[in-house]
C-alpha cells in the first residue's frame, strides 16, 4: 500500500499494486493509475525458516553437462530439527550415498588448480571432460587423484593452443610430483587410446607458445617481446635439437645480454621454469646463429659482441 494522486478523486489516496497484472489501482474509486509497471524489487525467493532481510540466492550451481544429474540434483541441508534442516533426512540421503560424489570432487579439485593458473574457462572445461572420459573406464581407482587432474590440465592446455610447462603445472597440483604429473599423462594418453582406438592428439609445442608469458615475467617492454617473438621465428630455420621451453628461455637470455638492463641468468632462470644449465647448453647452440636469427632492425644500435661467449 502506498499513497498517490488520484485524477478521479481529485487527491492522493491509497493505491494497490498488482504485481501479477503491473497495475497500480485507486483503492477508493478502483482508477488503474498505472499499467504494466516494472517491479524493481528483488526477484529471489527463500524458503529458509529464519532468513534476514537480504536473501542474495537466487538459483542453484551452474549446470554441468559432465554429470549424469546435469548438476540439478538435490541435496538436504545438515542442522537441528525445524530450523536449518532436516537432519535425519539428511542421514538418510548420506546412507544412500552419491555415485557422482567423486566425480564431482575431481571436477572441483581441477577448477581450483586452473584458476590458481588462470586458465580460461574451455581450458578448464577441456580438462573435465578428459577427466570424465577416464572415470567412464574405471580406470582412476587407486591412482593419485591429484596427479590425474594436473596432467588432465597439461593435456587440456596442449590440445587450446595454451600450453604450460611441467613444472608450472606442478606448482598448483596440491603435492603431486613432476614425475607423478608425467606418469599420470602417460596413463592418460594410453587409456584413451585405447577408447578412441588411435592416438590422442595433443598439439604441436612450439617455443613461441611460452615466450609471451615469459617475456611478462621478465618485465620486457613490447619492442624487446617483439624481437624475440621474430628470433624464434627465425630460428626454426636451423636445426637447433633442443626443447622448445629451452629454446625460448635461451633467446630471451641472449636478447637481454644486448640491453643496457642485463638480465642474470639466474633471473631468467626463475621467470621460465628452466634449469640455468639447461639454457646454457641452448645458448651454446644458438650463439653461432645469432647475426642470422637476431632481427636486424632490433641490432641498429646494438652491438653483437656484447654477447658473452658460451664457455666449451
Not at 545438515?78 to 548420506?94: F, I, M, V
Not at 585405447?194 to 619492442?223: K, P
Not at 624487446?224 to 625460448?248: L, N
Not at 633471473?267 to 647452440?285: F, L, P
Request: glycine residues 8%.
Amino acid at each position: 500500500m502506498g499513497d498517490s494522486y488520484c485524477s478521479d478523486c481529485k487527491r492522493n489516496t491509497e493505491v494497490v499494486l498488482d504485481h501479477a497484472a503491473g497495475d497500480t489501482v485507486c483503492s477508493e474509486c478502483g482508477l488503474v493509475l498505472e499499467s504494466r509497471s516494472i517491479d524493481e524489487t528483488s526477484e529471489w525467493r527463500t524458503f529458509a525458516d529464519e532468513s534476514g532481510d537480504h536473501d542474495p540466492n537466487r538459483v542453484g550451481g551452474p549446470v554441468n553437462p559432465l554429470l549424469g544429474d546435469v548438476g540439478l540434483s538435490t541435496v538436504i541441508s545438515k542442522g537441528p530439527n525445524g530450523s536449518n534442516g532436516d537432519s535425519s533426512l539428511a542421514r538418510l540421503q548420506n546412507r544412500g550415498g552419491d555415485p557422482e560424489r567423486a566425480l564431482v570432487m575431481a571436477f572441483k579439485a581441477i577448477a581450483n588448480m586452473a584458476d590458481r593458473l588462470s586458465l580460461v574457462s574451455t581450458i578448464k572445461d577441456r580438462a573435465s571432460e578428459i577427466y570424465k572420459r577416464l572415470e567412464d573406464q574405471k580406470c582412476t581407482r587407486g591412482r593419485n587423484l591429484d596427479a590425474l587432474g594436473a596432467a588432465c590440465i597439461y593435456i587440456a592446455c596442449r590440445q587450446e593452443g595454451k600450453a604450460r610447462t611441467v613444472k608450472e603445472i606442478c606448482s598448483i597440483a596440491n603435492g603431486a610430483t613432476k614425475k607423478e604429473i608425467g606418469r599420470a599423462k602417460e596413463f592418460i594418453v594410453k587409456q584413451l587410446k585405447v577408447e578412441m582406438g588411435e592416438s590422442m592428439e595433443m598439439g604441436t609445442i612450439h617455443a613461441g607458445d611460452y615466450l609471451r608469458r615469459f617475456c611478462s615475467n621478465i618485465g620486457m617492454n613490447h619492442e624487446e617481446i617483439k624481437a624475440v617473438q621474430e628470433t624464434v621465428k627465425k630460428s626454426e630455420e636451423f636445426d637447433i635439437r633442443r626443447s622448445p621451453i629451452s629454446i625460448a628461455a635461451a633467446i630471451i637470455y641472449m636478447l637481454t645480454q644486448l640491453t643496457d638492463s642485463k638480465k642474470p641468468l639466474r633471473d631468467i632462470s626463475i621467470a621460465t621454469t628452466v634449469a640455468e644449465g639447461t639454457i646454457k647448453n641452448a645458448y651454446k647452440d644458438l650463439y653461432p646463429h645469432s647475426s642470422k636469427i637476431i632481427p636486424e632492425w632490433y641490432l641498429k644500435d646494438k652491438d653483437l659482441k656484447s654477447l658473452c661467449s658460451p664457455k666449451a
